[in-house]
């Protein structure tokens, strides 16, 4: 069979499924598969497929065709144009997450200052082995409550030749801390914040990730405010929380906080918050 060919079939399939990205998925399945860029398979378009090559694509397919979302198919996943391997143990690594990015770029202009940031429920690890990617002298303290979520992140930092400069502990949020770490000017998170209730309407895809990072099991803020009620005491004096959120929005600060500064995406669509130390 021609790739031609065994694209179009595999399309068909996929939008029998419901899947509605059906010819992107496809070609990145299949750019997996045979070890091909998107060019290689135009200009191979009336080649034959190998026939082990077709049978591991048709494998992935039968995959999608349940769901399955394509980065755990393929291991991988893009963000902030950096390469991360991916498993059904760590959430995957969304574009709406760079405006998190963005948001400590522009907070913090000197990239060449020894910043010291704390990422809580690092997952993957994308949020802090980008931020070491973009801070060349800072040092990172990254948490998680899941040993096997910690195992990625640090095979991931490895991968990047930045794990000397990230600390990854393993515990629930702030309390993963050693005793005696020392204060951050950072602290920042996407942390679970689908509501309990509204995880019975999200899409199917998401049903394959890990639950625990996608909701608190209450109103998607109780994370958030836990975060509030823990933090102070972990931040430089002015130091900031930076969270993002989704529909359910952000909790109103505490005392110590003053209010939160929202950031959105292009659309005008509420991302995240940012809560400061008055003091």
């Not at 499924?17 to 191979?44: Q, Y």
């Not at 990239?111 to 429920?121: A, D, V």
């Not at 997952?123 to 096997?148: H, K, N, W, Y």
């Not at 204060?183 to 019975?200: G, K, Q, R």
Request: proline share 6%.
């Amino acid at each position: 069979m021609t790739t031609r060919q065994l694209l179009q079939l595999a399309r068909a399939h996929l939008q029998g499924a419901g899947v509605d990205s059906a010819r992107v998925d496809a070609d990145v399945l299949l750019m997996h598969c045979w070890n091909k860029s998107r060019t290689e398979l135009i200009l191979l378009s009336a080649s034959t497929v190998p026939e082990a090559v077709q049978q591991s694509f048709h494998e992935l397919i039968l995959r999608r065709c349940q769901h399955e979302p394509v980065a755990y198919l393929t291991g991988h996943k893009e963000f902030w144009s950096l390469d991360f391997l991916v498993n059904s143990s760590v959430l995957i690594p969304r574009p709406e997450t760079e405006h998190l990015i963005e948001t400590v770029l522009r907070m913090c202009p000197d990239k060449l200052f020894p910043w010291r940031f704390c990422e809580i429920g690092t997952g993957s690890g994308c949020i802090a082995i980008t931020l070491a990617s973009e801070f060349p002298r800072a040092q990172i303290v990254a948490t998680d409550i899941s040993a096997d979520a910690l195992v990625t992140a640090r095979i991931n930092a490895e991968i990047h030749q930045l794990a000397e400069r990230i600390s990854f502990q393993q515990g629930h949020l702030l309390d993963a801390l050693p005793a005696n770490e020392q204060p951050f000017h950072l602290i920042v998170s996407n942390p679970p914040y689908v509501s309990a209730v509204e995880m019975d309407s999200l899409e199917i895809d998401l049903s394959f990730e890990p639950r625990s990072a996608l909701t608190d099991e209450a109103d998607g803020m109780s994370l958030i405010r836990e975060m509030l009620e823990s933090s102070p005491r972990w931040l430089y004096s002015k130091g900031s929380l930076i969270v993002e959120t989704g529909p359910c929005g952000l909790p109103p600060s505490p005392l110590a906080f003053a209010n939160p500064v929202t950031y959105a995406d292009l659309a005008e669509k509420l991302r995240g918050g940012i809560y400061t130390l008055k003091s």
